[in-house]
């Protein structure tokens, strides 16, 4: 029962994860298009879009087989 409820924790930590990122990656791009090198200044874009696309895969795939397991 304890690895389950850890599993779930995880599961959800990383969707919390993913979804920061994401919105995180939308406002510098944003940003970056109305002030250039604003955001490229102090943060390297090309790790937060790995951070967000790894996460990703990651928050689909467990979505996937916890739909898979619970039907």
Known sequence: MLNAEFKKFT???????????????FIFIVIEIIRPRFVTA?????????VVIVSGIIV????????KIDI
């Open 11 to 25: 599961l959800d930590i990383l969707q919390d994860v993913f979804y920061i990122s994401l919105v995180s990656f």
């Open 42 to 50: 102090y943060v390297n874009m090309n790790a937060l879009l790995i």
């Open 60 to 67: 689909v795939l467990k979505n996937n087989l916890n739909t």
